[in-house]
């Protein structure tokens, strides 16, 4: 006949500080040969751990070596979200069953007498300080508890490996080893441990292949964030009961696989902060009970499938942070759960559809860093639970909609660098939750005292970064962009307008001491952006990116490349990536989206110490040009193949840039030649019939590019 102990109560948290609060300071120990509930070794054993954990400074320690029944010791029911929840010593049939100290302040060791709880099947003793000063590895002994089902030693600073005596442990259901100082590979024995359906090894230093887990088909956790683990995530598709699962933060390369869609009790999938690559698979449209989909901070690519638009019990979606192209698809509006949406820092393009006001339960979402077009939709104002809406770095047009300021628990909204036009609605003023608000370099303005003093105390730099709007079916003029070398490496900024027969004027003042060397304009934001040299003055950095303002010519930092300089750079005209020539360095190509701690992502192309002045993309982004002496080079980017295009173009060009025909305009270092040439590549000649006349004052052209309507 089976005897329980049920002598337990369900008692709230706010109960259990009354009662404990009210027992005596002093009574008499446990005298463990009087203990009739289990054996007398048990009873010896639950001491032990209490004498060497500092059990008298637990934070709950009811009845533990007071009481004559240790059955009860810290014996309640938390009634936690419906959920019946046992924690301290629960006993069954005569014996400890299961012993549950988690988040406890246990401060000591586990002693070796535990191992005389040999009917134990869960020991939980996660989150205290059981590594003494953090310098102890996991007990051996505890292998000896054959019977367990269930252990938890996560958040308890040990260090070592991965203990081998676990694969004595057969029994085991979970297993978790968290947040301790763990170290090495996964070791083979865990894929032979069958029964797990919940393992956590997250937070940790562990390395290597996840492979070895191949065998654990029953896992319904799966806890591995935060280490240094690699290789390819394949395994997972084995892992079909799984329903939660991160492995972020490591460094997996390869490609999401398909078989994931397989995996259809999934609720959270986390795989953030890794290296993967690829497409993202239509196949996950099957997870339809998929609550948290985060995939951000990787380098997938392609479009955002439509498919995704079918979980319809998704409530986080993460993406930002990769290669993604195309257009937001208007299936995303039919997410009617979620909450978040993350899609910045990604090659985004379109229009924000409309189809995004009927996402009714969003709080935060951003669009940023993308280059998004078209106006603002209308529908987003319907979205009243909003909390942040980040579309800034886009180029966004058209007004500021009055419906903004219907968004009532707005508190962040970031609209800078796009090119809004128009008055800033009042209604922005109703946005009484509002904290951050950026609407910097767009096209804004506002007659409205009181609103002109809300913004400025929002966004007191909005006003200044302002220029004009263009009126309707106007287009800018046609510009070409050049920069002077003053002498002293005093770089002065000139636009050359085709136009208007070719009159060159100064654009803005000299920028003194910045070696200004190379220029560039993105194909399809039309912002300009310029690159120093290696010679800079002090204070001022060699090798960096800075955006020009087009309208008054100053710099606003961009980012390091880490270079020693950068001689040319030109934007490839499909990916818009910026590729960089650096002196006695080579070509590279950087991420103005991945900057950290003020230095843009860099990726070496090929290596060469030869100085290249320009650099120009062709059209088709199918060539990059470049020139040393008089050689004329390409880099074809299909192949990576580098060859002679021809070898009579002119010595000492010091810019580059392509026409729409393709015919390359060039500018010499030449105080005698105050001109900007052509130069037919398929034919290898120099025209004669379209030199661009330069002013006399400025003879030392550094870098040109273009900014044509049609280009």
């Not at 949406?341 to 935060?364: H, T, V």
């Not at 903004?404 to 939750?433: D, F, R, W, Y």
Request: glycine share 8%.
């Amino acid at each position: 006949m089976s005897t329980t102990y049920p002598s337990r109560h369900f008692i709230s948290l706010t109960g259990l500080t009354l009662l404990l609060s009210g027992l005596p300071l002093a009574q008499a120990e446990t005298d463990c040969t009087a203990v009739t509930e289990i054996p007398q070794a048990e009873c010896e054993a639950l001491i032990d751990l209490y004498n060497s954990t500092n059990g008298a400074n637990w934070t709950d320690n009811l009845g533990w070596n007071v009481t004559s029944n240790p059955c009860e010791w810290g014996g309640v029911f938390y009634d936690i979200k419906e959920v019946t929840y046992e924690k301290g010593v629960v006993c069954e049939n005569g014996h400890v069953r299961k012993l549950d100290l988690y988040t406890n302040n246990l401060n000591g060791f586990i002693p070796e007498s535990i191992t005389t709880l040999t009917r134990l099947n869960s020991l939980k003793l996660g989150n205290n300080k059981l590594s003494g000063n953090g310098s102890q590895p996991i007990p051996e002994f505890i292998g000896d508890l054959t019977n367990l089902r269930t252990l938890s030693l996560s958040g308890n600073k040990f260090i070592g490996s991965i203990p081998e005596f676990l694969k004595n442990l057969i029994k085991l259901q979970s297993l978790s080893l968290s947040n301790n100082r763990l170290v090495g590979t996964l070791p083979t024995f865990l894929g032979d441990l069958i029964n797990l359906k919940t393992l956590s090894l997250s937070r940790n230093k562990l390395t290597g292949s996840i492979q070895v887990l191949e065998n654990l088909t029953n896992l319904q956790s799966l806890w591995l964030y935060s280490n240094k683990l690699d290789g390819t995530i394949e395994v997972l598709v084995n892992f079909t009961q799984l329903k939660e699962t991160s492995l972020s933060y490591n460094k997996f390369r390869g490609t999401i696989p398909d078989g994931l869609g397989n995996l259809t009790n999934l609720v959270y999938l986390s795989l953030h902060h890794n290296k993967l690559s690829g497409l993202i698979p239509e196949s996950l449209e099957n997870l339809n009970r998929l609550e948290t989909l985060a995939l951000s901070h990787n380098k997938l690519r392609g479009s955002i499938p439509n498919v995704l638009g079918n979980l319809s019990n998704l409530n986080k979606l993460s993406l930002q942070y990769n290669q993604l192209s195309g257009s937001i698809p208007d299936s995303l509006g039919n997410l009617s759960r979620l909450q978040e949406l993350w899609l910045y820092r990604n090659q985004l393009s379109g229009s924000i559809p409309e189809s995004l006001g009927n996402l009714s339960q969003l709080q935060k979402t951003s669009l940023s860093n993308n280059q998004l077009s078209g106006s603002i939709p209308e529908s987003l104002g319907n979205l009243n639970l909003l909390e942040q809406l980040s579309l800034h770095k886009n180029q966004l047009s058209g007004t500021l909609l009055e419906s903004i300021g219907n968004l009532s628990n707005l508190q962040s909204l970031k609209l800078n660098e796009n090119e809004l036009c128009g008055k800033v609605p009042a209604s922005l003023m109703n946005l009484t939750h509002l904290s951050v608000l950026t609407l910097d370099n767009n096209h804004l303005t506002t007659s409205d005292a009181v609103l002109m003093t809300w913004l400025n105390d929002k966004n007191p730099t909005w006003a200044m970064t302002q220029t004009p709007c263009f009126a309707s079916g106007q287009s800018e003029t046609c510009l070409v962009y050049a920069v002077h070398d003053e002498g002293l490496n005093n770089s002065q900024l000139l636009t050359i307008n085709p136009d208007n027969g070719f009159e060159v004027n100064a654009l803005g003042d000299v920028h003194a001491g910045y070696d200004i060397e190379g220029l560039a304009i993105h194909p399809l934001t039309k912002k300009l952006y310029a690159s120093s040299g290696d010679d800079p003055a002090d204070g001022l950095e060699h090798g960096y990116i800075y955006r020009v303002n087009k309208a008054d010519g100053t710099l606003t930092p961009v980012c390091s490349t880490g270079l020693g300089e950068v001689s040319a750079m030109s934007f490839h005209p499909q990916t818009y990536q910026l590729w960089v020539w650096a002196d006695g360095e080579g070509l590279f190509t950087i991420n103005l989206d991945q900057i950290e701690n003020g230095t843009c992502e860099k990726t070496e192309i090929v290596g060469h110490s030869a100085k290249v002045e320009g650099l120009a993309w062709d059209n088709d982004g199918q060539a990059l040009y470049g020139s040393e002496g008089t050689a004329l080079y390409r880099y074809l980017s299909n192949t990576g193949i580098v060859e002679e295009a021809c070898d009579n173009f002119p010595s000492e060009v010091e810019a580059l840039d392509m026409l729409a025909d393709g015919t390359l305009l060039f500018a010499l270092h030449d105080a005698s030649d105050t001109r900007i040439h052509s130069f037919d590549i398929e034919n290898c000649l120099a025209k004669e019939n379209a030199p661009v006349p330069v002013e006399a004052l400025y003879t030392d052209i550094e870098g040109i590019t273009l900014n044509c309507p049609s280009r």
